[in-house]
């Protein structure tokens, strides 16, 4: 390994997607020591930080958007991207500019000790790298980089989604919080955070501040215990929310309206434009959280009710193209409340599904909820451009299992079941052969929802060149 030379945002993206080939998990005394020689850029910032299994990124959709409407100024960090990487970073609801993007990122790059590695073999026998040198992994590398980019930006807050887990996470790195936010725990990436949602917990638990309110989705009693036990040690005001803060009005035309029993505010009536309920549960932890921070002394319930309405998330339960959803759902838990939403959108048609997963999720686990709720006629699989993907070989003899077990005594299968090659290609054909009463629902991955996103665009490039070659130029 030698240090490039990197002049352009193309090459410093290309860079950063090829860093797990040559670094590691960082300890969290590394990640601080990086941050104090960028020069503690988080002590300039008022953060609210956010962790969980599933719902992390629209809590801070939700977060962002009334904030904003309430006038105030804020920079977001969120984890994945769809399709581009500058995704991640938004200020003032705007991704970062290229030359912003690069700049930051050689802002990095040229804080890494090169020095330390005087020849390209500088691997030992085992493979690791000297005594000394430091490199940022992808994630903790994206992290100095908006810490860097935001402190620049002088947002009134500064919203930080963690990325796999939270106590080790490089998010928590930061001196100092306004406010810790934890969504709903469930099982995923159980290889690094335990095998349990009590083990989970625990690691998301490690985001709560000493004196820093942390609201939290209070479902299992268990979890919540975990929580509750993490605060008290600290002196930080635990703020469950649960169920109980919000009900269901009336679910239809893709519009969620519900009402939302709130401390400041009392009980207000909410419209979200989304299809997915599982959302009103994140909107009720967002307006806790806002609740906690302002005190109903600057945020009206007109900004929240508002906001809410104006908030747009991608990759949640989100209408790509007419009666085309993508979800992100990944996980076991995360299916299960895909499949209620679909259960409940009232439509009266076909569903077909299409379907992938990497390999470090519970798969088997995810198609076997899908089969078992009978919602679809027909479910596709197909393989993501991901050295984590699933080979469609090992969904489809699971599929086969799973249909064979959940079919078992009928005496014919109701469900059609189809692999694609690649993601492209089911898009392509999917689309094409759509009819009137069919609805398409696509998830499993967001690997895969970034990849029909990006698909998308191609096939839409595509159709408008046809259609031109098709019309005779008029010169």
């Known amino acids: 390994m030698i240090r490039q030379e990197i002049k352009t945002y193309e090459e410093a993206v290309e860079y950063l997607l090829n860093i797990p080939r040559f670094t590691k998990k960082n300890s969290m005394e590394d990640t601080k020591a990086f941050l104090g020689r960028l020069g503690n850029p988080d002590r300039d910032l008022k953060i609210l930080h956010v962790a969980g299994t599933n719902g992390k990124g629209s809590v801070c959709a939700y977060l962002r958007y009334m904030l904003e409407e309430a006038g105030y100024a804020v920079c977001s960090f969120t984890s994945p991207h769809l399709v581009d990487v500058r995704e991640r970073f938004l200020i003032r609801g705007e991704m970062v500019s290229k030359e912003d993007f690069l700049r930051a990122f050689l802002a990095i790059y040229d804080l890494i000790p090169w020095e330390i590695l005087v020849k390209e073999d500088v691997f030992n026998e085992e493979g690791k790298l000297p005594e000394g040198f430091y490199h940022p992994t992808f994630f903790e590398y994206l992290f100095f980089m908006a810490m860097l980019l935001f402190r620049e930006a002088k947002p009134d807050y500064c919203i930080l989604e963690t990325g796999l887990g939270g106590r080790l996470d490089a998010t928590n790195s930061v001196g100092k919080k306004e406010l810790s936010i934890i969504t709903r725990i469930s099982l995923d990436h159980m290889e690094y955070l335990g095998d349990s949602v009590e083990k989970i917990a625990g690691e998301k638990a490690g985001i709560i501040a000493a004196g820093t309110p942390v609201i939290y989705l209070d479902d299992e009693k268990n979890v919540s215990a975990i929580f509750d036990e993490r605060a008290k040690k600290l002196g930080a005001k635990a703020c469950p929310t649960s169920k109980k803060d919000y009900a269901l009005i009336k679910f239809q035309n893709k519009n969620i309206d519900f009402s939302l029993r709130t401390r400041y505010y009392k009980d207000i009536s909410v419209t979200l434009h989304t ?94 909820k899908i089969i078992a709720s009978r919602l679809f006629a027909k479910v596709f699989l197909t393989h993501v451009d991901s050295g984590r993907a699933t080979r469609t070989e090992v969904l489809e003899e699971v599929t086969a299992r799973l249909l064979m077990e959940s079919y078992a005594g009928e005496e014919e299968k109701r469900l059609e079941t189809g692999t694609y090659e690649n993601v492209l290609q089911a898009l392509g054909d999917l689309l094409e052969k759509k009819q009137a009463q069919q609805r398409i629902y696509i998830a499993g991955s967001l690997y895969l929802v970034g990849e029909v996103k990006a698909s998308l665009g191609v096939l839409k490039d595509d159709q408008f060149r046809r259609r031109t070659e098709e019309v005779p130029s008029e010169h």
């Not at 609740?291 to 790509?320: N, Q, S, Y």
């Not at 995360?334 to 259960?343: C, D, H, N």
């Open 275 to 368: 299809a997915a309920l599982y959302q009103m549960e994140n909107a009720a932890l967002a307006v806790r959280a806002l609740e906690e921070l302002d005190k109903g002394r600057t945020i009206r319930a007109e900004h929240v009710i508002a906001g809410l309405a104006k908030c747009f998330w991608p990759g949640r339960m989100e209408e790509i193209a007419k009666d085309v959803f993508v979800d992100g759902a990944h996980n076991e838990d995360g299916v299960r409340a895909f499949l209620e939403s679909v259960r409940a959108d009232g439509w009266q048609g076909e569903r077909i599904l299409l379907f992938s997963a990497v390999k470090d999720k519970q798969f088997e686990k995810m198609l076997g």
